[in-house]
């Protein structure tokens, strides 16, 4: 995604993501959750159509308080697909749903949704796909690699001379602290 630091620096919505948010480690499970459906519902779409409704988003999820969206029901899925503020795909609003399920059973069994990611880390991007395909939801390879570079599990978000890697290096995420450990390639 090297022309996204490019493209992103000024721009009044993919600016402020690139420069605070793409690529940082995210630890709080809500923020974990919120990256996850506003990349399932990037898809077939552009980036900044999810950026530019991304408030409404946060309105129509109630702060992506995955408690409370896994116990939508059927009022809840009719609210969200009659909402003009966000993007009305049923696939997508279903997935959303079931997925805040899912995490709320990886919460449980494994203490947070981060917990449950690190305990997979790290991974090849194959394999994180197949382990998201079995666990979540509207997951294929473009959203999963999305969502674990977004979120500092897979490394690329940026170049090695944007000036926003130094920043996300300097916070260690899990792509750089597995990085720091692998063992040397032998030529």
């Known amino acids: 995604m090297s022309d996204y630091c490019d493209l992103a620096p000024g721009h009044p919505h993919h600016g402020p993501y690139h420069d605070h948010e793409y690529g940082f480690p995210v630890t709080d499970d809500d923020v974990l959750f919120e990256r996850l459906v506003l990349e399932i519902n ?9 950026l530019k409704k991304r408030q409404a988003f946060d309105a129509a999820f109630e702060g992506f308080r995955i408690a409370r ?3 939508y029901g059927e009022a809840e899925r009719a609210r969200l697909l009659g909402d003009a503020g966000i ?3 049923r696939l997508k609003v ?3 749903i079931h997925n805040a399920g899912v995490v709320r059973e990886l919460q449980a069994t494994h203490g947070s949704f981060q917990a449950w990611l690190d305990s997979h880390h790290p991974l090849a991007l194959v394999d994180w796909v197949k382990l998201f ?5 509207f997951t294929g390879p473009e959203i999963v690699n999305e969502f674990l570079m977004s979120t500092g599990y897979l490394p690329g978000a940026h170049r090695e001379d944007c000036p926003v890697q130094a920043r996300i290096r300097a916070e260690r995420p899990p792509w750089a602290r597995a990085e720091a450990v692998a063992p040397p390639s032998s030529s």
């Open 42 to 50: 990037q898809a077939g779409l552009s980036w900044l159509t999810v």
């Open 69 to 71: 969206v896994a116990d």
């Open 87 to 89: 993007i009305r795909n």
């Open 94 to 96: 279903d997935a959303a």
């Open 133 to 137: 395909k079995r666990t979540f939801r």
